[in-house]
């Protein structure tokens, strides 16, 4: 290992920006807008998550430019339509880097699209900031210093699992319903690592292919398995169509979900079936204004779109909009991508209205906070401490 990477030194700054590549320490701006780009599902099955991250985003962006902008910059988003498909996450993000010469790539959906989308900015020396997915790949702050997350990992989602199944519940196995690509392995892998902490094992592990409702005969398999608990690894239209024909079976395990799911969405499909179903988090409850960042965000939200309902999804969009502007704030008037980087990993806390991240230059990911949350009788999201025993 690079002595770099060992307790930083003030000596080694300068190493870890300069793998950044040429293009980082170039001013992406014109004389008044800084441009940024966001690849993500505007269209098809997980649409919703997309669209999720693109309000909470404009929202922040539109709140900064109506107080002045950053040192005088105007924000803007260039979102373009990848359906959740990496063939098509590839193209975006070298049209939003090489034709639209964004800043910085921001709010990408998904692991299959990060996994593809990333080494192309990784390579270009773009900043990475705030992806809807908490893959471990991207916490290798090390080899990937143009990545900023916002968001608790996956293994940290699925270590939160095994703990309320082992501890609230007794339980000593659990089995996993999971899409069959490098997002459903990732929690796949979170799940495995979590129930040996635990001492659980996992009964059975099904999965289905991504942007398809194939689910039936996994779920046969789940049920004859004799499943107690399904954590589920997908996205909220197979997932609620799972949970439908489980209910339909008269098979009820302990339903729980990562935080990808897209809640809102995945709470209005089930409809009445979605009683009783479980979802991690990994942002604030956005209906819960006590805490300021989310009364900004509600009221930044209105001012946009007054019939938007606040959701997870566009908050976690919101809250990646807020940092995005608070790294150009601290990286001063004239803002590199180098400077943007360096001003977020060495600033020690950011504090956005009482949502707090940390960063360091060997830490890339600001928050370690999971919620937990459960769909009540009136299909509305409830915060809860612990799974209850039925």
């Not at 919101?318 to 150009?328: S, T, V």
Request: net charge negative; glycine share 10%; hydrophobic share 40%.
């Amino acid at each position: 290992m690079n002595s770099c990477f060992r307790p930083i030194a003030p000596a080694c700054h300068l190493l870890l920006f300069a793998s950044l590549g040429a293009v980082g320490g170039v001013l992406a701006a014109d004389d008044s807008v800084i441009r940024f780009g966001q690849s993500a599902a505007l269209a098809g099955p997980t649409r919703e998550l997309g669209e999720g991250m693109k309000l909470g985003l404009d929202a922040a962006f539109n709140e900064i430019n109506e107080s002045g902008g950053v040192h005088g910059y105007r924000l803007e988003l260039v979102s373009l339509d990848d359906g959740y498909e990496p063939e098509a996450a590839i193209v975006n993000t070298r049209a939003l880097i090489e034709e639209r010469q964004v800043f910085a790539l921001i709010g990408p959906v998904g692991t299959p699209t990060s996994t593809a989308a990333q080494p192309i900015a990784t390579e270009a020396g773009i900043p990475y900031i705030g992806a809807f997915t908490g893959a471990e790949f991207l916490r290798d702050a090390e080899s990937l210093p143009n990545v900023i997350n916002v968001r608790a990992s996956y293994f940290q989602e699925t270590e939160e699992m095994a703990a309320r199944l082992s501890l609230d519940l007794g339980l000593d196995t659990v089995s996993i319903f999971y899409q069959d690509d490098s997002y459903g392995r990732a929690g796949l892998n979170g799940l495995r690592r979590a129930v040996e902490i635990y001492g659980m094992e996992i009964r059975e592990e099904v999965s289905y292919p991504r942007n398809t409702e194939a689910v039936k005969l996994a779920l046969l398999d789940l049920r004859r398995a004799g499943a107690e608990a399904v954590v589920i690894i997908g996205a909220y239209q197979p997932a609620s169509t799972m949970i439908r024909w489980a209910r339909k079976l008269n098979y009820s395990p302990y339903f729980i979900n990562i935080s990808f799911i897209g809640s809102e969405a995945l709470a209005r499909t089930l409809g009445q079936d979605g009683e009783g179903v479980y979802v991690t988090q990994v942002v604030p409850f956005p209906e819960d204004a006590s805490l300021p960042v989310v009364a900004e965000y509600q009221a930044a939200l209105r001012r946009i779109n007054s019939s938007a309902t606040p959701s997870f999804v566009s908050l976690e969009g919101y809250l990646a909009g807020r940092l995005a502007a608070e790294g150009l704030r601290l990286a001063g008037p004239e803002p590199s991508r180098e400077g943007f980087l360096r001003a977020l990993k060495t600033s020690g806390e950011i504090n956005l209205s009482g949502f707090r991240l940390t960063y360091g230059l060997n830490d890339n990911q600001g928050s370690d906070q999971v919620y937990l949350t459960v769909i009540d009788e009136s299909g509305d999201f409830t915060s809860v401490d612990r799974i209850e025993p039925r």
